[in-house]
């Protein structure tokens, strides 16, 4: 619990990650950072030689980063960010600085330069505090750099290439990647392994702390925080605002991460803590501004307790399309907003306060807006719209887990309870009832189309053809596939009442002649011949008897050589994460989810083999395996 209070000096502010790096993206969400992402533009051109040293090289190019997003979010939206991160990570060996490579021969000459011998790694940070006067952007810049030495063994020709065709090596600095199978390249690593993969997170907090606790004229021997200060430092220290573990800032809205989804870890976590009283015991100050203890209060689990308002607000909101008005007209105040939609201007107002608290929205005096996170997923139009999954989880989810209690004690599904009407009853209401179809399309294609590019860039699948997408429902997967392997062709292969509606969610644009759509039952039909075979979220959903059904399928059409991708979520080991996937399980299908070493075990019953796992960090994970040859 040492790090934490420090990095509670952020919740109340707008953070932003000036970043693409998925590695980033995890190191600060893990230690409960909430934030927004926001890819820089900056292009990595520094000329390298006007750097007396290579560390200044990249701490330069974090600053640029950073201050670029800084610049265009408080230009294009006048919503200055308070504070944006950026960071580059760089390798050097022998004076030169290696980048990410741009194709694989030039990952091969890196990662030729880095074999045998020891190097350094070093990623620049900046951390610029965003103000805005009459108008006009105001920075404060702070940065530093951290450096890393990493050692690679003596590594064969044959090891290099295979690891250059796993594709790893191509986003990352230096050509590899010591968080995943780069890691078997490495002999040691002296100083901070998370520098390596891409953040200094230890130097970070430390410099947090030189910021937002400085030396107070009571402990001027601290001239500077070469460890980070313990709880009990930061409890006494008064710097005039309120203290990070103050109740105040718990109540901080929860802004949307990167993937749009609320962070369910809390900044304060001490349920864990051994060290109980002392760091339970938390000043709050009283409305005199005296500060008095008080029991600190569990802040995850009433975020928790609370979890089914936020929901439902959330829920409410979508339906009456409230994000969706706010996006065209906004900024609105309640009272227009009620007449648009036609509901209560108290309720209305009501609604739209626990959005804006919630970080749904934005409120000023000219009235409510959607933030970006909104528009770009909330909206029913937006880029990456969850709209269709929201709609769906009210509608339907909701009813269900209503019942969660019969549900656990009788282990079945809850569909009588819930709709008044047996499984089979509901399934024909889905064939029957054009709406329902076309809301569980919907919510099929947000978590598709939002999911695609992870999936399809899990694994390097340029060897391949033709593709055929088992259950590919809207054709939202066949369509990324296609545009990042432009020699590749794709059949989405469903049930033909998917297939007469797909339609509306057609993308316009190149390589779309390269996706066909096919229709047939994948349990009964002969499916059509491919080189890569696809099951996104197929497989959780079925008994082991259907599973079996279809993975013979797979496996008797599917040739040697040939491979099969399965996207689904992938528990760890103990299958109690993500949470996210333990949680759709209560829905009591009767399929199940499954962890990484039970998706091999079942694959090889199968006769697939190599099978590979990445964790993608997005909403679905991949598996990859290959056909293998029949025994002789
Ligand atoms: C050496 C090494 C680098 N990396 C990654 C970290 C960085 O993401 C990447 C270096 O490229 P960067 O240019 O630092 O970062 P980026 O392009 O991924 O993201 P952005 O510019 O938007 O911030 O290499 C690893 O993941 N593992 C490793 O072992």
């Known amino acids: 619990m040492v790090l934490n209070p420090v990095l509670g000096k952020l919740v109340s502010k707008r953070v932003v990650l000036a970043s693409a790096s998925p590695r980033r993206q995890e190191i600060l969400t893990n230690v409960g950072l909430r934030f927004e992402v926001v890819p820089s533009w900056f292009k990595e051109t520094l000329e390298k030689s006007s750097f007396a040293a290579p560390y200044e090289y990249a701490v330069e190019t974090a600053k640029q980063k950073a201050l670029e997003v800084a610049n265009r979010m408080h230009v294009k939206h006048l919503r200055t960010p308070d504070v944006v991160i950026g960071a580059d990570t760089i390798v ?133 925080y070469d460890s980070i200060p313990s709880v009990d430092t930061f409890e ?60 600190k209060l569990p802040s995850k689990i009433l ?80 880029e990456y719209s969850l709209h269709g999954y929201v709609i769906h989880s009210n509608d339907h989810l909701w009813p269900l887990f209503t019942n969660l209690e019969s549900a656990v004690k009788e282990g079945t599904r809850q569909n009588h309870r819930a709709f008044g009407k047996k499984a089979e009853d509901l399934f ?99 499916l059509p011949e491919a080189d890569l075979y696809i099951l996104s979220r197929v497989l959780h959903d079925w008994p082991d008897e259907k599973i079996h059904v279809l993975l013979s399928k797979v496996s008797a059409v599917c040739k040697p050589g040939s491979a099969l991708l399965v996207a689904e979520i992938v528990l760890d080991e103990q299958k109690t994460h993500p949470p996210r996937a333990v949680l759709q399980s209560l829905s009591m299908t009767e399929g199940k989810q499954r962890s990484g070493s039970e998706y091999k075990q079942l694959l090889e019953k199968y006769g697939f083999t190599n099978v590979q796992i990445k964790i993608t960090g997005n909403l679905l994970d991949a598996v990859l395996c290959i056909k293998k040859n029949p025994s002789p």
């Open 428 to 526: 024909k209401d889905y064939y029957h009832s054009q709406e329902v179809k076309q809301r569980f399309m919907a919510a099929m294609h947000s978590i598709a189309h939002l999911t695609a590019r992870d999936v399809a860039t899990a694994f390097d699948l340029s060897r391949f053809r033709s593709a055929c997408d088992l259950g590919g429902c809207t054709g939202a997967l066949a369509h990324e596939l296609v545009q990042i392997y432009p020699n590749l062709k794709v059949t989405v292969f469903d049930l033909p009442e998917v297939i007469a509606n797909t339609s509306y969610f057609q993308p316009s644009g190149q390589h779309t002649a390269q996706v066909t759509f096919v229709s047939g039952d994948f349990f009964k039909d002969n």
């Open 303 to 382: 975020e928790l307790m609370d979890g089914f308002r936020a929901s439902k607000a959330l829920f409410v909101a979508s339906k009456l399309k409230i994000f969706d008005h706010l996006k065209d007209k906004g900024p609105l105040k309640a009272v227009d907003i009620a007449d648009e939609v036609g509901t209560s201007v108290c309720g209305t107002e009501r609604l739209l306060d626990a959005c804006a608290g919630l970080g749904l929205l934005e409120k000023t005096t000219q009235g409510y807006s959607n933030t970006d996170s909104t528009n770009t997923y909330l909206t029913s139009d937006g």
């Open 92 to 224: 050097t060996v022998d004076e030169q600085i290696l980048e990410k490579p741009v194709d694989k021969q030039d990952a091969y000459r890196m990662l030729s330069r880095l074999n045998g011998k020891e190097h350094s790694v070093f990623t620049g940070v900046a951390i610029i505090h965003c103000s805005s006067k009459d108008n006009q952007l105001e920075t404060e810049v702070t940065d530093f750099y951290e450096e890393t030495k990493v050692k690679f063994s003596d590594l064969s020709e044959e090891l290099l290439w295979e690891y250059i065709h796993s594709g790893e090596p191509m986003d990352k600095a230096g050509g590899y990647g010591i968080q995943a199978l780069g890691g078997m390249l490495v002999e040691y690593v002296h100083g901070d392994f998370l520098n390596v993969v891409g953040f200094p997170l230890n130097h970070f907090c430390k410099k947090l702390a030189e910021l937002y606790y400085p030396p107070s004229k009571h402990n001027v021997q601290h001239k500077k």
């Open 236 to 295: 006494n220290l008064s710097d005039g605002e309120s203290e990070s573990s103050n109740f105040t800032e718990h109540k901080g809205a929860s802004k949307l991460d990167s993937s749009g989804m609320c962070s369910s870890e809390a900044i304060y976590n001490s349920e864990n803590s051994s060290s109980v009283t002392t760091a339970l015991m938390v000043p709050l100050e009283n409305q005199n501004g005296v500060s008095e203890s008080a029991a």
